[in-house]
């Protein structure tokens, strides 16, 4: 006499039908998301200016020394300078280089302007405070930079006195 195994059962065309659906339901919700990398690029320049600054203003206190980010917002990059004396001068006292034209990692981002005291040159004394002019001791006004890209325009603003740093976002999703 044959018996039935019933301790193996597939399963039916209505399960795997509803399963198919769940899925098509999650990635109709997914792949929208994945096109707006853009932003995340964007934000990821904001990032990074905001590092630079705080690395600019810890290294100025830690090497006991002046440190400038010099903006060049028609070229869209931004250096960053030692400043052993009284000048800024990116061609002998280099760091670094930051150039946002960098397609695949900053997607298009854009430096609209960078205003401390007057200038595009934010300075920090060896004490790590931001200041107005290289070798004086005038503590500066504070500042901002404008970036955009994608849709999104940020202002990173740097505090007088103390140089914190605060990001807000203008416009975007």
Do not use: W
């Not at 404008?146 to 999703?173: D, K, M, Q």
């Amino acid at each position: 006499m044959r018996t039935r195994d019933c301790g193996r059962r597939g399963y039916t065309l209505v399960e795997l039908l509803i399963v198919v659906a769940v899925l098509g339901i999650a990635g109709a919700m997914v792949i929208p998301q994945l096109g707006s990398t853009d932003v995340l690029r964007i934000q990821a320049a904001v990032r990074t200016i905001v590092s630079d600054i705080n690395l600019a203003q810890s290294d100025a206190l830690a090497r006991q020394e002046a440190r400038a980010l010099v903006f060049d917002v028609a070229a869209n990059k931004y250096q960053l300078v030692a400043v052993p004396g009284s000048v800024v001068d990116p061609a002998t006292d280099l760091l670094s280089t930051t150039d946002l034209n960098n397609t695949v990692k900053f997607h298009n981002a854009k430096l609209v302007s960078a205003s401390f005291d007057g200038d595009e040159v934010l300075l920090f004394d060896e004490m790590g405070g931001p200041i107005t002019t290289p070798g004086a001791s005038t503590p500066s006004a504070g500042g901002n930079i404008v970036i955009s890209g994608s849709g999104s325009t940020f202002e990173i603003t740097v505090e007088a006195y103390t140089g914190r740093v605060t990001v807000n976002r203008l416009t975007g999703p």
